[in-house]
């Protein structure tokens, strides 16, 4: 099920050649390509059989190539199409402008096609990018983190079940400095109910992951890297699709959207999705027990760490809710896209443990709700033909309540006895209410068919103002001070493209960003706040290109220039277990990737490999650390001086027809402390120079095969049986080189396998699947050893009407 949604597609050089002389005469050959409904079909690659002229379509469906008069045949194909085969005659006063409409191929839902123009312009450009497909995802209970994390150098970290924390990690690069967007659009501020872990894979039509090196067009200041989700925006006629799933632990989850594009442009859309567990596996923990006296008196026994119990989460429940509703018009003389969007979501979370597995609390819970009000236009050549402008903007408001209010002291068996004082890790019932503004200016202008400038502008304006209900502040946060950034990321990129066979882009960014908040003067980052304000500014810089060696043989080199300015997260943290740093510097860094990949097809077999190598040099790196203040523990950011990041990524991918495919991703990334000495000025070797940073995963895979039984019982009916596996290498929880190694707190080696089968009906009208995951009920961990669930069962059913 899995298949070819990891491969790229191969472009293919047919363009005159200029080595010789030709004494033929030449006229131009222009056209367009495009579906049935009028959608623009980008990428077809369009040619004169049995020649070398020829090209490819751009965003519009358009293409324009010098072709010899006389009589040819003309072939359009692309893949997921059926391919078109057309005899015409050109003479030499030109001949009319074609069209060529390009019929999808017909095949079950749960099949994988690479989408034409998504992922084949993801893989032809200059920059290390890999897609994934995720219309082989939509009949499992995946979500758009699970998805991610079959790409290679991703891995995605969880502190626990449904709803749980996550952090995403792209070569040796995690939590926020790899930044998400969707359509383009950045995802800071939108609330926990829309985390990657929260939204079902069909959500998404793909997911594109830019490695290191970020196109301009994003705006953004991500240094390991960016995900874009993007959705499907085809226009189509009426279609709806339902699904439900339950299994262990009591999940719920659900999903549902409809909509259309009539004939005149009018669209609408609505999506709506919820999830809900109890998140009451077990887990494998030492208990403090204690028992309480007639007299109420409580007697405490020794505690004997060494002594693991098999015990059940009691306090982990979370629920989301969301709907996402656009309406808009597209094809109008005015705009090519106008599109207005809404979504609400709300959410509720147990908190059942605190940043360590040991403490366990029984009544500490979180919720909040948003609402995020957007806005979309888009017009190609606008007052000129080949300038086109994108602009887009969000608010997001929501907020966040953090409880902490019940008078108890709770143990791993749920057992409790009433305290003096209120609160389990702290005395709280805060109110955070965000706001978040972010608008994106994008003009890209087509000097020729050849030569393009791109020019990029996005505004951030973020503000936190929280109170507290219980009449005192938190230990965590004074909340009479408001917590303000605001950024500015402007690019500028040209790019180059004089053949199918390479292209390259250089480009140039400036970052502009002010804070202001809290900052606390005491020695261990807690109390005694003051308000700071700074300013920062800094210019970006950075080249890309591409080249193919053969055709089927591709390469990439780039490098960056690169600054990631502080998170709000990182800033102000979450007001309850994370604390922030308003005073935080931003990250500067030098990113090269270098990328290798083979596509082949020989016969009914298809064979793809990738080889990416990276290096980051990294100074005023932002690495989240624990911290105590009293009895309450909790993250904390801080920047650290000079760290330097090697790896590479393997990925080999092998297919049979449409029966069977198997592959996997093999991932290595050393990250190391490079920083000589303690500080700047001083001459104190840091003990830990050249030792690798903690908690980083360092070597992990991940592998899987599928096997296809088509029109099974009934003609297009098909069976799909599929294996999952995941593998990682023991990490150390602290610096490696401290205290002795049978003593340290290491995350163990893991591996995991996980089992479906799928059953389609009517070519995807309906749909059932059965999933395992970790079949062997291993025990698995993430973030600072807190554990995952254990073998899990789950079943889901879906329904799909419509084109």
């Not at 991500?222 to 632990?249: L, M, Q």
């Not at 006895?417 to 389990?424: A, F, M, P, Q, V």
């Amino acid at each position: 099920m899995l298949s070819a949604c990891l491969q790229p597609i191969s472009a293919q050089s047919h363009r005159p050649h200029s080595g010789h002389h030709d004494s033929r005469i030449f006229t131009w050959l222009s056209g367009r390509v495009m579906e049935k409904d009028s959608t623009a079909v980008s990428f077809a690659n369009v040619y004169l059989k049995n020649t070398n002229y020829g090209g490819f379509t751009d965003d519009k469906g358009r293409f324009r190539f010098k072709v010899p008069i006389g009589t040819h045949t003309l072939t359009v194909s692309l893949l997921g199409y059926e391919p078109v085969k057309k005899n015409i005659t050109v003479r030499s006063h030109g001949m009319k402008k074609l069209v060529v409409v390009l019929q999808p191929v017909t095949t079950e839902l749960e099949e994988v096609i690479i989408h034409a123009s998504g992922v084949s312009r993801v893989q032809r450009s200059p920059f290390n990018a890999v897609a994934i497909d995720t219309k082989a995802l939509q009949n499992t209970t995946k979500s758009l983190s699970d998805a991610l994390s079959l790409l290679p150098g991703m891995k995605l970290r969880e502190s626990g079940g449904v709803g749980s924390d996550m952090r995403l990690m792209l070569d040796g690069f995690s939590g926020k400095h790899v930044k998400v967007f969707i359509d383009g659009v950045p995802q800071e501020g939108v609330g926990q109910a829309f985390d990657l872990n929260n939204i079902p894979a069909g959500f998404a039509e793909r997911i594109e992951v830019y490695k290191g090196v970020v196109p301009v067009g994003f705006g953004t200041d991500a240094i390991g890297g960016v995900v874009n989700i993007v959705t499907d925006k085809r226009h189509r006629s009426w279609h709806a699709d339902a699904s439900y799933s339950y299994g262990s632990f009591n999940t719920h989850r659900s999903n549902l959207r409809f909509g259309q594009t009539t004939k005149d442009g009018f669209l609408y859309a609505i999506e709506a999705f919820q999830n809900y567990s109890d998140n009451n596996y077990y887990i494998d923990n030492w208990v403090r027990e204690f028992e309480v006296q007639p007299d109420g008196t409580i007697h405490k026994f020794p505690v004997d760490k060494n002594d693991k119990k098999h015990v059940r989460r009691f306090n982990d429940a979370f629920h989301n809710e969301a709907v996402l509703g656009k309406l808009g018009l597209v094809g109008k003389k005015w705009a090519d896209r106008f599109v207005l969007g809404f979504s609400w979501s709300n959410f509720y979370k147990e908190i059942q443990t605190g940043v360590y597995q040991e403490i366990v609390f029984g009544k500490k819970h979180r919720k909040g709700h948003s609402l995020s009000p957007s806005l979309e236009y888009v017009k190609h050549d606008l007052f000129t033909p080949r300038l086109d402008l994108l602009v887009s903007a969000n608010y997001n408001h929501n907020i966040t309540h953090n409880i902490d209010t019940a008078a108890r002291y709770y143990n791993w068996y749920g057992q409790y006895y009433e305290k003096d004082s209120r609160g389990e890790q702290s005395y709280q019932n805060s109110e955070s209410k965000n706001a978040n503004w972010n608008t994106t200016l994008t003009l890209k202008y087509r000097i020729s068919d050849i030569h393009t400038l791109t020019f990029n502008h996005v505004y951030s304006d973020f503000r936190r103002m929280s109170r507290s209900h219980v009449g005192t502040s938190s230990v965590l946060t004074d909340f009479s001070i408001p917590k303000i950034t605001r950024k500015n990321i402007g690019g500028f990129s040209y790019r180059v493209i004089p053949s199918e066979r390479w292209n390259a882009s250089a480009f140039v960014k400036y970052y502009l960003q002010y804070n202001r908040g809290p900052v606390s003067r005491s020695t261990d980052g807690v109390g005694d706040y003051v308000s700071l304000g700074k300013s920062v500014s800094a210019w970006g810089y950075g080249a890309a290109g591409t080249y193919y060696v053969l055709k089927e043989l591709q390469a990439k080199l780039s490098y960056e220039r690169a600054f990631r300015l502080p998170t709000t997260d990182e800033l102000f943290g979450d007001e309850d277990l994370e604390a922030g740093r308003a005073d935080l510097k931003p990250e500067k860094s030098d990113n090269f990737n270098m990328n290798f990949s083979y596509n082949g097809r020989f016969g009914s077999h298809g064979l793809y490999a990738d080889v990416s190598l990276i290096y980051r040099n990294t100074k005023d790196y932002i690495k989240r650390g624990l911290g105590k203040h009293g009895s309450t523990q909790y993250g904390i950011y801080e920047n650290h001086g000079h760290v330097r990041t090697k790896g590479y990524n393997v990925s080999l991918r092998y297919s049979f027809a449409r029966r069977f495919d198997l592959g996997g991703t093999w991932n290595s990334i050393d990250t190391r402390d490079y920083e000589r000495n303690w500080t700047g000025s001083s001459q104190q070797e840091n003990m830990h120079y050249k030792i690798r940073m903690p908690n980083i995963p360092y070597r992990f895979a991940n592998f899987d095969a599928n096997f296809h039984w088509r029109n099974l019982f009934a003609k297009g009916n098909t069976l799909t049986v599929g294996y999952e596996g995941f593998w990682q290498h023991a990490f150390p929880l602290n610096w490696e080189n401290i205290g002795n190694k049978d003593s340290k707190a290491y995350v163990p080696d893991q591996l995991s396998h996980n089992l479906s089968l799928l059953y389609s009906i009517k070519n995807g009208r309906y749909n059932i699947s059965l999933e395992c995951r970790n079949l062997t009920n291993a025990r698995l961990y993430d973030n600072f050893s807190l554990q995952k669930a254990g073998r899990a069962f789950y079943v889901k059913a879906r329904v799909h009407f419509g084109n």
